[in-house]
């Protein structure tokens, strides 16, 4: 019995410089498998012990290992096989062996295809660990922390490029405003985008949830950064949940004890200075961890702030690619009503388009309210989709009038 085994790397270091910058729309839609996978992969062989499979997962913190059979690809053994099919079944983990718990014949991929094409066949089979074969040799496995990788270079993106490559303008001809209502409800809280605004009668209901369905993007950007710019200027307690804060980093030093910010990525060391203010995760593995860090700062709040309180998750869609629905759901529905109990005003943020439908349609489920951002040709367009026994106008909102700068 012998496990071949290679140092972990989570990243392709060369592709770790390009995250925080802007990137051509043609180089990030030929970003390959090969090029975010982790190459020096840990293999092991069919007659290894479900013991000795748990001691490589502590050793060296991963959760999924290629099995091969006389260097063969025969299955892939996760830590979740591990719990569900050795641990929950009371077998002796001394004793029983990798090929009566593993999954045989799994989904694998080449290192040529692109990362699209990658998370397409990790939403159609449920799978969050892809090996990445080549000569009948397993060379990486792609997962999808390489997703959420891959996600920050899309939003980094610059489409502009792109756009001029199809013959078109950036800009159509300027269409006639869209008139909304100016009424302003009692109660409300402001996102700080005055049309999204209007169409809110206001803003979002306090003390309500809402989800921000939409694809990567500017406009996106510019939603969730006004609603929590505005949430710390006008002195209310603001959380930001996120796998970058990019330029929202600023906040945690000028208002540090009102922002407060959660980074949920290994390399959150790297991406932002240290203070009271910042919790750093080592990513959305582990959701207790996330909640303990909430209740952490839950705890700090002075009880002197009054007012209303705002949150923006923006890890929905990172949860569920990593932890599917049913446990999504779950963490949501725990998470949910305690924010509300703590005061808080929910801005969720999900992009339906890299999950199925099914899935997506079971997340929507727990927010009372949706707001869509969705393109009819080259323009966007911001729409209230749905506002649980509240009012809200019924227009949709051109989203050319404002443009999202990145912080410097």
């Known amino acids: 019995m012998k496990a071949y085994v290679g140092l972990k790397q989570g990243l ?40 000795s499979v748990a001691r490589l997962i502590v050793e060296h913190k991963i959760e999924s290992f290629p099995v091969t059979e006389k260097g063969k690809l025969v299955g892939i053994v996760t830590g979740w096989d591990l719990l569900t099919k050795v641990v929950a079944e009371a077998l002796n983990p001394g004793k029983v062996r990798v090929e009566e718990f593993m999954t045989r014949s799994p989904i694998t991929c080449s290192p040529d295809y692109s990362v699209l094409q990658v998370t397409k066949l990790m939403a159609k089979h449920g799978i969050k660990h892809i090996p990445v074969v080549e000569n ?23 489409f ?6 199809l013959g078109h303008k950036m800009v159509d001809e300027p269409e006639p405003a869209v008139e909304v209502s100016k009424v302003v409800l009692p109660g409300r809280i402001t996102t700080g985008y005055r049309g999204l605004d209007n169409l809110l009668l206001g803003g979002i209901p306090e003390n309500y949830e809402v989800i921000l369905t939409s694809p990567s993007g500017d406009e996106r950007d510019l939603v ?15 959380f930001y949940v996120t796998i970058n804060p990019g330029g929202l980093k600023a906040l945690t030093e000028e208002f540090q004890s009102r922002f407060y910010l959660f980074i949920c990525n290994p390399q959150a060391d790297a991406i932002t200075t240290s203070f009271l203010n910042v919790f750093k995760l080592r990513g959305v593995e582990n959701l207790t961890d996330i909640n303990i860090a909430l209740f952490s700062a839950f705890r700090t709040l002075e009880v002197s702030i009054k007012g209303p309180r705002r949150i923006c998750i923006e890890i929905i869609s990172d949860v569920l690619l990593q932890h599917r629905a049913v446990q999504t759901r779950r963490w949501l529905n725990a998470l949910i009503p305690e924010l509300r109990s703590k005061g ?24 009372e309210g ?15 989709k749905k506002m649980r026994n509240r009012k809200y106008s019924k227009s949709e909102l051109p989203m050319q009038e404002e443009k999202y700068i990145p912080h410097s």
């Open 370 to 384: 949706e707001i869509n951002i969705y393109r009819k040709g080259l323009r966007k367009f911001l729409k209230i």
């Open 12 to 51: 392709n270091v060369a592709f770790l410089s390009y995250v925080g910058t802007k990137m051509s729309t043609d180089r990030v839609l030929s970003v390959k498998a090969s090029d975010l996978m982790t190459k020096k992969v840990v293999s092991i062989d069919v007659s290894m012990t479900a013991d």
């Open 224 to 238: 969730v950064e006004k609603f929590l710019e505005t949430g710390a200027k006008r002195g209310e307690v603001t």
């Open 160 to 165: 502009s490029s792109y756009a001029r490559g």
């Open 136 to 158: 009948g040799k397993v060379v990486g496995i792609f997962t999808t922390y390489d997703v959420t990788v891959f996600r920050q270079l899309v939003q980094q993106a610059d």
């Open 344 to 367: 808080f005003t929910t801005l969720a943020v999900m992009d339906p388009t890299i999950h199925p439908p099914q899935e997506v349609r079971a997340i929507l489920g727990l927010f």
